[in-house]
């Protein structure tokens, strides 16, 4: 608002007068957003792991926590957290959960295999996101031994051949078998190995020496790993035989 009068004499008799600026309306903003989160990830000490560690294990869960980080750039009124997955490190993360403060720890679980990446963000207030945290990758402990010896004579010991001990994050086994001769009578193609004896026709094979070739496919960070390519022999014991 201004006042003001006219200086002319004649005019000024008019009193002082008023003068309203046009209105104009605005709300305050604020952009700021909050800093970063700091993560960590439990992973394997695979050198550690025993032989029979993890052993019939299907199923497993990644352990994530983090810490809040601050700055005078950064808003520090927060409301929560939200944690980003990819199964491989040339994955888009994708949004799996979102907690509230003040918790800065998460449990992934039902997972096939610990093998992928994570990453979180923090939430203000006000609903802005902050930018990722730095981005954990944690990678898997893949374990196939085989044996060298089954008999297959239905007395339920040693009956099938299957891995020793424990396999641990196979994703696939391409099995073959060869006779002595280089011919060919068994292959099977599957998420385990479980190898009765029987040719690819059903038939029960002889008792004796074959050779096989294992193509094993692990659950690991690497979307291209190359297989573990494992070449052996395997005894074949019948008539009676029982190994304990």
Request: hydrophobic letters at 35%; proline letters at 7%; one cysteine or more.
């Amino acid at each position: 608002m201004t006042r003001g009068q006219y200086t002319d004499i004649q005019l000024a008799r008019l009193g002082v007068f008023l003068n309203y600026s046009q209105i104009s309306c605005a709300s305050p903003s604020d952009t700021t957003k909050p800093c970063p989160p700091a993560l960590s990830v439990e992973a394997l000490d695979c050198a550690a792991l025993s032989s029979e560690a993890l052993c019939d294990q299907s199923s497993f869960t990644n352990k994530l926590s983090w810490q809040p980080t601050s700055s005078p750039s950064c808003d520090a009124n927060l409301v929560g957290y939200r944690i980003y997955y990819g199964r491989y490190p040339t994955d888009s993360l994708t949004q799996i959960s979102a907690v509230s403060v003040p918790t800065t720890r998460f449990e992934h679980s039902s997972l096939t295999t610990v093998a992928g990446c994570y990453y979180v963000t923090a939430v203000s207030r006000r609903g802005l996101e902050s930018g990722p945290s730095n981005k954990v990758c944690v990678d898997a402990c893949p374990s196939f031994l085989l044996p060298n010896v089954f008999t297959p004579n239905g007395d339920g010991k040693n009956d099938v051949f299957q891995p020793l001990k424990c396999p641990r994050f196979v994703e696939q086994v391409t099995f073959v078998v060869y006779n002595r001769w280089g011919a060919k009578v068994y292959e099977s193609v599957g998420s385990s190995l479980s190898w009765d004896g029987r040719g690819s026709d059903g038939a029960e094979l002889p008792t004796g020496l074959y050779y096989y070739q294992a193509t094993v496919r692990y659950a690991l960070l690497d979307r291209n790993a190359p297989p573990q390519v494992l070449k052996g022999w395997v005894q074949i014991l019948r008539e009676g035989v029982s190994m304990k």
